[in-house]
């Protein structure tokens, strides 16, 4: 099929190359010639593993190109995917000019029968919105579609290739029928495509991000309780993890969820919900349990210094996207924890495999940023773990004692047992436990 994907962001990037691995003609069109001609020249723009293996294959097999002529992409595909950015606005809301500006664009060009589908994640009522824009710019037939995306990131590969399910909203069956040929070749295992209307389609997306943060939140909340009692976190998250009407995913207590998908989606959802006269009690709950997670592990370590000042204190951080196996570091807790702790008189010296980049056009020199692991470790008065990448799971614990001015780590993902932490010497303050 000739595909056309507006938008080379994370989901336009990764769809768009997915599309193109199973042997579809894909265009990526984006207004940024800079980054059109990164693309052209090789040059992806995030970190995902995998995709820029992915994207230099098609590449080299003509079956992935670039533009910056929208015209151009949907005169040349039958199927458009409406991927730009949906970034909240001041309000919590979520900001759709991207999408209205390029659906008026996609209207303009629309000269032969097309399938508009939006591809970003966007409010109940966006995608009929589309269809009002590009009919007030064309005459000619078109339909649109809602499909929203799932993807992890640091894992969206894997996610798009072989998905759970795929999600197609439509208001004629032959549109689905469309799209589910499209989608057939990644679902051959026999995951379903969920044909629905396009109204449920945009409701599912933000349900399942808004359930997700639920699970986090419960566990963090509860984590606090743990602390409290003397029970132990990860020990009841087996525990409840293990019935199978509850699942172990999104179990694992922390520092909170972050990222671009779960603040602005459980944002977003609880703004529409206001705005039909209902309140979603749990969901506004979850936002204010997250905030508190985070608050609560920079409490403990000021609460290890006396609560007072920590002027002088030299703290190494490792991890500072909000995940790991992404270098994004949008709403990352890392932010909050660096903001309070410079806010509070402290210096820091961090290290991330991947979103060192990321994080020096963000904070600039605010931080010093070391060139690995026991670099940022070296003469600090404490680590914080921020981020539970693998390379940090197993280090020499020996070194890290060594370089310490003293033997104190606040973890706050829990990659290390309490009781060898403290067999070793360390002062270890986790999560719930």
Not at 114 to 138: C, F, L, Q
Not at 201 to 212: F, I, P, V
Not at 223 to 235: F, I, K, T, Y
Not at 286 to 308: C, L, T, W
């Amino acid at each position: 099929m000739h595909v056309g994907v507006m938008g080379t962001g994370y989901v336009g990037l990764v769809t768009g190359a997915c599309f193109a691995e199973m042997g579809n003609d894909v265009i990526l069109m984006d207004i940024d010639e800079a980054k059109i001609d990164a693309l052209s020249s090789g040059l992806v723009p995030i970190y995902e593993p995998g995709l820029e293996q992915i994207i230099a294959r098609n590449v080299a097999e003509k079956r992935l190109h670039f533009t910056t002529d929208l015209q151009a992409t949907v005169e040349q595909s039958l199927i458009n995917f409406i991927a730009v950015g949906t970034p909240p606005d001041q309000s919590g809301n979520a900001d759709l000019s991207q999408v209205f500006t390029v659906a008026r664009e996609i209207g303009r060009a629309v000269k032969t029968y097309k399938i508009i589908v939006t591809k970003s994640t966007v409010p109940v009522g966006t995608t009929h919105k589309v269809r009002e824009i590009i009919a007030e710019e064309t005459e000619h037939p078109f339909d649109v579609a809602s499909n929203p995306e799932f993807l992890k990131e640091g894992n969206a590969i894997d996610d798009c290739m072989k998905p759970e399910r795929v999600v197609v909203g439509v208001d004629d069956v032959r549109v689905g029928e469309i799209l589910k040929e499209l989608y057939s070749p990644f679902v051959r295992t026999g995951k379903p495509i969920l044909g629905m209307d396009v109204i449920s389609s945009e409701m599912t997306k933000y349900a399942a991000n808004g359930l997700l943060a639920t699970k986090i939140s419960f566990v963090n909340e509860l984590s606090r309780l743990c602390e409290r009692v003397g029970a132990n976190v990860e020990m009841v998250r087996t525990g409840i993890g293990s019935d199978s009407r509850i699942g172990p995913q999104f179990l694992f207590a922390g520092l909170g969820y972050g990222g671009s998908c779960f603040p602005k989606d459980v944002e977003a959802l609880t703004h529409t919900a206001r705005d039909h006269g209902v309140r979603l009690s749990i969901l506004e709950a979850v936002q204010e349990a997250n905030r508190a997670q985070k608050q609560h592990f920079i409490n403990k370590i000021s609460a290890h210094y006396g609560n007072g000042s920590l002027e002088g204190k030299r703290f190494a951080l490792w991890g500072l996207s909000f995940k790991p196996r992404t270098d994004d570091i949008r709403d990352a807790p890392s932010l909050e924890v660096i903001k309070a702790l410079l806010d509070k008189g402290a210096r820091i010296k961090a290290y991330d495999p991947v979103a060192m980049e990321s994080a020096g056009r963000l904070l600039g020199d605010s931080i010093e940023y070391a060139a690995g692991n026991y670099e940022a470790v070296e003469g600090a008065d404490a680590l914080i773990i921020v981020t539970e990448w693998n390379e940090f799971r197993h280090p020499d614990f020996t070194r890290i004692k060594e370089a310490l001015v003293e033997p104190v780590i606040f973890d706050g993902r829990n990659l290390y047992d309490s009781q060898k932490m403290a067999e070793l010497g360390f002062d270890y303050h986790s999560i719930g436990r």
